[in-house]
């Protein structure tokens, strides 16, 4: 593993010259050092994944799916999804929708396995699908926290600053959606004000919320202006990536169709994923919960290709179990890690990428968040997912983003891509010259192998206290909390945006202007 | 998974019959109720170990190892193993031995894959090998703490406490050695004093330490005291284990070797562990500590076989980093992941049941206690081991051992056997019944296949925290650390000893007694 002490992935690695500079380099000099983490890069996974059922298990469960998909199938709430559906030979009765094992396959079978995901700074392009693996900042959530400030609702200058965070985070890989929902910024316009500091505060690939083809639309020139291509390679190119899910059981919501319709149809990426709680709006049971995911999963992979055969799809995995005490939904549990891992099973067998995430329960940044996490990671990793979701802040089942969490999952992230190092075997490493040398009862600290290689031997974590007990509590016993804290404050002091042609944010300014001016898009309220 | 309310495996569960009772299971009945957890049994793994390296590269690092041992050699120091290995036709000069390869891979073939491990309770017994997995409390660590007291040099009451802990949660399976040193008690009769506490306080499996062949002797005889067993069954019947370090780089102490030559002539187990700190005592390169590790393993193992063939024996992986900025040990990190799994690779190579640990570095019970602990059982349990070390309890990269951080270890291991758990695929697990049943827009809450079965469907933890955050926050906030004293706090209350008959009983304490009034063993103070 290298580590680089200095390296942020900036623009200055991209492609793209002139872009606007700020002072705040020349300021940082002063003031907080950039705390080291090692550079950006995308880790692979270099072992099989587990394979946590049989192959005649798998089976099963496939064989399943296209049943349920057959004899019960699923509702599709958009008409022109249920007309594509009716011209491909499926069976539709109102909103109900039964298809074929032979046709569902026959359109799955037209996703590719993998593609390249396009950011606006072309050095964070991101490989989606084989080994490689890349992790989303957390999304969606309505509240957030940090250690000074407490639990509030989210708002324009916390989403600003988780963005910045995402941003100078090289373990963050892309935009999982909104880190916190802005809620300061009207519904009829926030995507337009949101994905706009998406793309001027960051420069890592962007996703867009299916919440009606408009907003669709607006994300999509939104970033084919920062991007600077033509429509015809944008649809190329795929540039942003939209998170659909099945409202389960067994049903797609208008608006989800609607993104699919949308972005499939422009080459862009889609993630289909179910949502089946165990318990709730799935079987109680494991296996029925993936029988359940992996139909909805097909019908979706399967309605994308029906709208542009080859279009970029993601098999997402999201099966987790609720607390039967209380029906609440419970993640990073054991249920969630083998979930996890045969979801990985079911995508590879539909031959399509793979997306899992990185969730908790927990409402403090305790020992219980940090478990949850680095076994929804283990269930994730091992499991094969090429997309981690809310890979970095995610708290509270979803429901808060935490600037320490972020922080402190990065550090998790890292570890995670340095475990999946390879470790090397060569005569150097083997280092049989340097045992001889030192030999029994000696020590290695001396030893010229050790002097030639200790700077970058070993993964030094940002968050993790290593000192001894003593030196540790004269400090002020700091817990990993205190350390995120300071951790946060750093990255946000040296936070400097990316650099953006003056002209490419002028014409996105006007964009924005205009599609405000013209109301956005309309709402229910 | 199955869960039990009330089923702590006690010694009812066991052959013998006619111990003796408190008082303290009526009192129970009016004070704190024994918390949930799930039975006793042991988790198995249900899927290969990961490859971390590839065959050839496995191959290359026992080639290496068996080059260390031909051509550098290991220091021995006691003078009848250097005559056991003269005698084998090793090169033995001065201290120092040479085993050429042949001779290596003829002792270790000998080892034996798994053997039974016999408790003092029948029903503690354990399979050590395959693809069954045990998991010790903390061992060995110099200070104690819980939230009320702080920090403290290990003593006598704090043991008691801590091995009545282990007795009571279901996730440790054996004892690793003394959960806490008892300083206050002199170390002459030390080994008397807390190996009757553990075989009074408890009834699972025996760990003796291996500081003279005295205490070996000892400890044996009152594992047999206790086991009511005549010397011969018990030659029979591995009743205890000792972990034999080797002092890296390659050097077998006086006191190990001992304790091999006791104990494996006696045909009770041996856990060889190399102390392969890569940078410190073995090489600062991954590969590089693991071929020493693996030479200083295979030489202990093959050591035990020559001292009677077929010994039951465990190969020990303990490879971690240090800090290269302080040099002190670092646990939990991507190296020790890594490093946990191939030496799996190297001990199913060498055709023996392999061990490693759950550790961490942590000063507090924090994010980071869970988060290294959480790697280190990824790289543990995904890496085949058998064994795991200080499986709760353990701080400070072994220096500390804590109430709080044990109970919440264990629910990590319940969580990792839970994790291991089969799914079970059939058609009533698909529930495509029930799936038809509720339809597209219903849930499952209500369905009969849900009610059947919710209330054993899922794994349930008994420190995380669930709730939603307006009643947590309502609750006082309670962190996992609070959580934990609570119920280390109710786990002590409802402790009570397992029975054990009258006259075994008295013939501990004759035994005991005896070998006090005899002075104990020699020492050095």
Not at 176 to 191: I, K, M, T
Not at 413 to 425: C, E, I, S
Not at 473 to 482: I, Q, R
Request: proline share 5%; charged share 20%; net charge negative.
């Amino acid at each position: 593993m290298t580590t680089d002490e200095t390296a942020t992935a900036g623009p200055a690695a991209g492609g793209r010259t002139d872009r606007r500079r700020t002072g705040r380099r020349r300021q940082r000099a002063a003031g907080a050092a950039a705390p080291s983490q090692p550079a950006w890069r995308q880790p692979r996974r270099r072992f099989a994944p587990v394979r946590a059922v049989s192959d005649d298990e798998l089976e099963e469960l496939h064989r399943g799916a296209l049943r349920v998909l057959a004899e019960i199938g699923m509702d599709f709430l958009h008409p022109r999804a249920r007309q594509l559906w009716a011209d491909a030979g499926a069976e539709v009765e109102g909103e109900r929708v039964r298809v074929d094992p032979a046709l569902v396959t026959a359109l799955v079978s037209q996703a590719p396995d993998r593609f390249t995901l396009h950011a606006p700074n072309s050095a964070h392009d991101l490989e989606i699908g084989g080994d490689a693996i890349a992790f989303t900042a957390v999304a969606s959530a309505p509240y957030v926290s940090d250690e000074a400030g407490g639990r509030r609702q989210g708002n324009e200058r916390d989403f600003a600053d988780l963005v910045r965070l995402s941003q100078q985070l090289n373990a963050v890989h892309l935009h999982g959606g909104y880190p916190v929902e802005p809620v300061d910024l009207h519904a009829s316009v926030r995507h337009l004000h949101a994905t706009r500091m998406l793309l001027t505060l960051s420069d890592k690939v962007l996703h867009a919320y299916s919440l009606g083809a408009q907003r669709n639309r607006d994300c999509l020139e939104m970033v084919r202006i920062v991007r600077q291509v033509d429509h015809e390679t944008l649809d190329q190119q795929p540039s942003i990536h939209t998170v659909i899910n099945a409202s389960s059981p067994l049903r797609y919501d208008h608006p989800m169709l609607a993104g699919i319709l949308e972005y499939s149809s422009r080459n862009q990426a889609v993630i289909v994923t179910p949502f089946t709680l165990a318990g709730a709006m799935a079987p109680v049971t494991l296996a029925g919960a993936l029988v359940q995911q992996h139909a909805e999963a097909l019908a979706g992979i399967a309605f994308t290709q029906l709208v542009r055969a080859g279009a970029p799809v993601v098999y997402g995995g999201f099966t987790s179990n609720v607390d039967m005490q209380s029906g609440s939904p419970a993640f990073g549990t054991p249920e969630f890690m083998k979930a996890a891992m045969i979801g990985g099973q079911l995508a590879r067998r539909a031959g399509v990428a793979y997306r899992s995430s990185n969730v908790c329960t927990a409402n403090a940044v305790d020992a219980q968040a940090a478990y949850e996490s680095v076994f929804s990671l283990w269930g994730a990793v091992m499991g094969g997912a090429n997309v981690v979701l809310h890979g970095a802040g995610w708290m509270e089942g979803g429901l808060r983003a935490s600037f320490e969490k972020m922080v402190i999952d990065a550090d998790l992230l890292q570890m995670v891509a340095a475990f999946l190092d390879p470790v090397v075997v060569d005569d150097a490493a083997m280092a049989i010259d340097a045992i001889a040398q030192v030999g029994p009862g000696g020590h290695f600290f001396g030893a010229q192998h050790t002097q030639d290689r200790f700077r970058d031997a070993f993964f030094r974590p940002a968050i993790s206290d290593w000192r001894n007990f003593e030196t540790w509590d004269e400090a002020g016993g700091p817990t990993a909390v205190d350390h995120a804290r300071r951790r946060v404050r750093a990255l946000l002091d040296d936070y400097e945006p990316p650099r953006l042609d003056p002209a490419v944010a002028e014409e996105l300014d006007e964009f924005v202007s205009r599609r405000v001016a013209e109301g956005g898009v309309a709402t229910d309220f």
